[in-house]
């Protein structure tokens, strides 16, 4: 008896069935995974860090995407590049993976030397006629928005990045994230797709039930919610609490900080979200009482009462508040492994035990973290058990996944799949 093959990448993006969740497939298979990186994570704008991780010359971090490895940096003019992390020699890696500080990108192997420009000026043994002009480490196109660096490692980057960065650079300007510091970092490795990772956090409909902490500050009910559900006087709450959404994003755009929901999710190759959120509680900080973690405010910011300037991608998601910013960033391992990886981020001049506690700073993100990773980890494993069909995205909570799952069909299509 001849064995069923098992369905192209093609019939499973037909399998899916508008308004439910991906066809098992989508988040299992490695011929998938293996797609997904060459779409999404080289075709595409991708962010990979920031500026503030290499404040000073010389200072470098690697970032390894899938077999492409790159290294971020700030060169002897204090400016920003990214270059390819392989020697053009015989493709040895020039610098492991994680921060490092350097004067030059030195080789182990056979020792070229580049400048932090990524200009090759030594090549020993190779003659008085070798061209070392043609051996320049391999630049990639990138853009700083805000103190955010996105990348792009295909030769013709998609021109709606654009957009992104007029609206963001006006939005995160008061914050100079380009001049805060990283306070702490935490790598989660979390036990699912990194579709998975994506859809967990373009809802709160799990939230109450599993983010104690954040709820104390985070409104749910703000990614949505079924009325016919809720009690009359929850049904009344939600109406005054729409009220005064409307009322603090008119007083906030009055103060001239723009606020309002802002989104680019369908029909573009550049998928992002926007909105300055209302911080429930003492309304200062996404902290476990709601309150300012810093007294130092970031950047220019002389107020606490701004919200939380929140900020997703493809591949990413972002807070900043008066006080503190938290930055995710997401980079698929396998089909079954993501790395979830978050930067807290103060004032350059802030002082650990001075201006700012780091429990206070970082608990409720550490906690919401790894209690995502518990939920992430049990959908995977619920879409490897062949019991597993795709279920119905909730209409009132869940539109904003129906529209990845949507976007990520296109995408898929695009790019021939």
């Known amino acids: 008896m001849l064995q069923k093959l098992p369905p192209s990448v093609s019939s499973l993006l037909d399998d899916r069935i508008d308004g439910h969740s991906l066809p098992a497939g989508l988040y299992t298979r490695e011929d998938v995974f293996e797609a997904d990186l060459d779409v999404f994570f080289r075709r595409h704008w991708i962010c990979i860090g920031l500026e503030c991780d ?26 920003i590049r990214v270059v390819h ?82 609206v963001m650079a006006e939005r995160l300007a008061p914050y100079d994230i380009s001049n805060a510091k990283v306070a702490f970092q935490s790598d989660v490795i979390e036990q699912g797709n990194w579709k ?19 709820c104390v500050s985070f409104v749910d009910l703000d990614f949505g919610f079924d009325p016919e559900s809720l009690s009359p006087e929850d049904q009344e709450t939600a109406r005054q609490h729409q009220a005064l959404y409307e009322e603090r994003t008119r007083r906030w755009e009055a103060d001239g900080y723009p606020s309002a929901a802002v989104e680019q999710l369908v029909d573009c190759a550049t998928n992002f979200r926007t909105q300055r959120l209302i911080i429930s509680g003492a309304g200062e900080s996404q902290t476990a009482d709601a309150t300012a973690a810093s007294a130092k405010l970031l950047g220019t910011m002389t107020r606490k009462d701004l919200g939380d300037m929140h900020l997703w991608g493809h591949n990413s998601w972002n807070h900043f508040m008066g006080d503190h910013a938290v930055v995710a960033i997401v980079i698929p391992l396998s089909a079954g492994r993501t790395l979830v990886r978050t930067k807290w981020l103060v004032h350059k001049d802030a002082a650990e035990g001075v201006d700012y506690d780091l429990e206070k700073l970082t608990n409720v993100w550490i906690a919401t973290t790894e209690q995502d990773a518990e939920l992430v980890a049990r959908s995977h494993a619920g879409t490897l058990d062949p019991a597993y069909e795709p279920g119905p995205y909730s209409r009132f909570s869940e539109t904003n996944l129906d529209k990845f799952a949507n976007w990520y069909i296109e995408r898929m299509r695009a790019h021939g799949y």
Request: aromatic share 6%; hydrophobic share 30%; proline share 6%.
């Open 196 to 214: 998975l990772t994506m859809e967990n956090n373009r809802e709160c409909y799990h939230c109450s039930a599993n983010h104690p902490e954040l």
């Open 85 to 166: 992390n392989v020697c053009r020699h015989r493709g040895s890696r020039l610098l492991d993976a994680g921060p490092t500080i350097v004067s030059k990108l030195v080789c182990p192997y056979h020792q070229w030397t580049y400048e932090l420009s990524g200009e090759l000026s030594y090549a020993p043994h190779m003659g008085t006629d070798f061209d070392k002009s043609c051996k320049n480490l391999k630049p990639i196109a990138f853009k700083s928005i805000g103190g955010l660096i996105y990348v792009c490692l295909s030769d013709k980057p998609p021109q709606d990045i654009d957009r992104l960065e007029q």
């Open 54 to 79: 290499v404040p000073e010359a010389g200072d470098a971090v690697v970032v390894d995407v899938g077999n492409s490895s790159l290294i971020l940096l700030r060169d002897d003019d204090g400016g």
